[in-house]
């Protein structure tokens, strides 16, 4: 079993930034066989993906609309993946969920991940 805790987030003004990380833990297993990824969920909205790191090699993949705005990154030794976020938008806000799912490339979809953090509530006032 992967267990995934999401912290950071919170309310910040347009034009700012917060962090997010995702400590991850697992009875038995390996997380080098992992792609990790972060998501969100607005009122209303679908979950969406926002950005995907692979454990091995630390490959990455964006949502357009984060692109140069969001920088996904991984520690190896701490387990834990990060998603720091800048100039941020107020369309940005939503609950953003950790996610890992068993895969060497990177992933995009909902249904590719296994695990789920409780998620993280990020607002960004305009």
């Known amino acids: 079993q992967v267990q995934l805790v999401e912290s950071g987030g919170g309310l910040v003004q347009a034009g700012g930034s917060l962090s997010l990380s995702c400590a991850a833990s697992?009875?038995?297993?390996?997380?080098?066989?992992?792609?990790m990824g972060w998501f969100r969920q607005a009122p209303g909205k679908e979950r969406e993906f926002v950005a995907a790191i692979t454990w091995n090699r630390g490959s990455t993949y964006y949502a357009d609309f984060v692109k140069g705005r969001f920088t996904i990154s991984r520690d190896n030794v701490k387990n834990t993946v990060y998603l720091q976020m800048n100039s941020l938008k107020p369309e940005d806000t939503a609950v953003y969920y950790c996610a890992a799912g068993r895969s060497n490339v990177v992933l995009s979809r909902v249904r590719q991940y296994d695990y789920w953090g409780q998620g993280a509530q990020v607002t960004v006032s305009s």
């Open positions: 697992a009875s038995g297993r390996t997380f080098s066989i992992f792609a």
